[in-house]
Protein backbone atom coordinates (compact mmCIF):
# COMPACT_ATOMS: atom_id res chain seq x y z
CA UNK A 1 0.00 0.00 0.00
CA UNK A 2 1.43 3.52 -1.09
CA UNK A 3 0.22 6.73 0.58
CA UNK A 4 -0.65 9.11 -2.03
CA UNK A 5 1.13 12.08 -0.35
CA UNK A 6 4.28 9.82 -0.29
CA UNK A 7 4.27 9.58 -3.81
CA UNK A 8 3.84 12.83 -4.95
CA UNK A 9 6.77 14.07 -2.22
CA UNK A 10 9.14 11.33 -3.86
CA UNK A 11 8.16 12.13 -7.48
CA UNK A 12 8.27 15.96 -6.51
CA UNK A 13 11.82 15.16 -5.20
CA UNK A 14 12.73 13.59 -8.62
CA UNK A 15 11.74 16.34 -10.35
CA UNK A 16 8.76 15.36 -11.98
CA UNK A 17 6.91 17.48 -10.29
CA UNK A 18 4.45 16.19 -7.88
CA UNK A 19 0.84 17.25 -8.74
CA UNK A 20 -1.55 17.89 -5.44
CA UNK A 21 -5.11 17.67 -6.44
CA UNK A 22 -8.42 16.07 -5.32
CA UNK A 23 -9.31 14.35 -8.65
CA UNK A 24 -9.55 10.33 -9.00
CA UNK A 25 -7.84 10.57 -12.03
CA UNK A 26 -4.88 12.77 -11.53
CA UNK A 27 -4.22 10.57 -8.18
CA UNK A 28 -4.39 7.55 -10.39
CA UNK A 29 -2.13 8.95 -12.90
CA UNK A 30 -0.12 10.04 -10.00
CA UNK A 31 0.41 6.79 -8.46
CA UNK A 32 0.60 4.85 -12.28
CA UNK A 33 4.07 7.48 -12.38
CA UNK A 34 5.08 6.47 -9.23
CA UNK A 35 5.07 2.71 -9.70
CA UNK A 36 6.97 3.11 -12.96
CA UNK A 37 9.65 5.15 -11.84
CA UNK A 38 10.16 3.45 -8.22
CA UNK A 39 9.10 -0.03 -9.02
CA UNK A 40 8.61 -0.43 -5.28
CA UNK A 41 8.75 -4.18 -4.38
CA UNK A 42 5.21 -6.02 -3.66
CA UNK A 43 4.25 -6.70 0.12
CA UNK A 44 2.04 -9.62 1.08
CA UNK A 45 -0.89 -8.55 2.88
CA UNK A 46 -0.47 -9.01 6.86
CA UNK A 47 -2.20 -12.21 8.57
CA UNK A 48 -5.22 -12.40 10.76
CA UNK A 49 -2.40 -12.44 14.06
CA UNK A 50 -0.50 -9.27 12.30
CA UNK A 51 -4.41 -7.51 12.00
CA UNK A 52 -5.70 -8.52 15.60
CA UNK A 53 -2.01 -7.05 16.62
CA UNK A 54 -2.42 -4.14 14.93
CA UNK A 55 -5.90 -3.81 16.18
CA UNK A 56 -4.60 -4.46 19.53
CA UNK A 57 -2.42 -1.58 19.57
CA UNK A 58 -4.35 1.03 18.27
CA UNK A 59 -6.45 0.62 20.96
CA UNK A 60 -3.98 0.57 23.63
CA UNK A 61 -2.72 3.84 22.69
CA UNK A 62 -6.66 5.22 22.72
CA UNK A 63 -6.76 4.09 26.10
CA UNK A 64 -3.33 5.79 27.33
CA UNK A 65 -4.58 8.79 25.29
CA UNK A 66 -7.76 8.75 27.53
CA UNK A 67 -5.94 8.67 30.98
CA UNK A 68 -3.80 11.02 30.06
CA UNK A 69 -7.06 13.34 29.39
CA UNK A 70 -8.34 12.10 32.26
CA UNK A 71 -5.27 12.68 35.16
CA UNK A 72 -4.85 15.88 33.58
CA UNK A 73 -8.75 16.91 34.03
CA UNK A 74 -8.59 15.44 37.36
CA UNK A 75 -5.57 17.75 38.15
CA UNK A 76 -7.22 20.81 37.09
CA UNK A 77 -10.60 20.05 38.22
CA UNK A 78 -8.80 19.90 41.86
CA UNK A 79 -7.48 23.46 41.14
CA UNK A 80 -9.20 26.17 43.10
CA UNK A 81 -11.07 28.25 39.86
CA UNK A 82 -8.83 31.01 38.45
CA UNK A 83 -5.57 29.00 39.57
CA UNK A 84 -3.67 27.90 36.79
Request: avoid cysteine; charge should be neutral; hydrophobic fraction near 40%.
Amino acid sequence: MMHLELAEDLLERMGTGGQLAKTDRIDTATLALFAERVRPEPRPLPDEAARTLDGLLARRRQVLDMLVTERNRLTHASRPFGAT
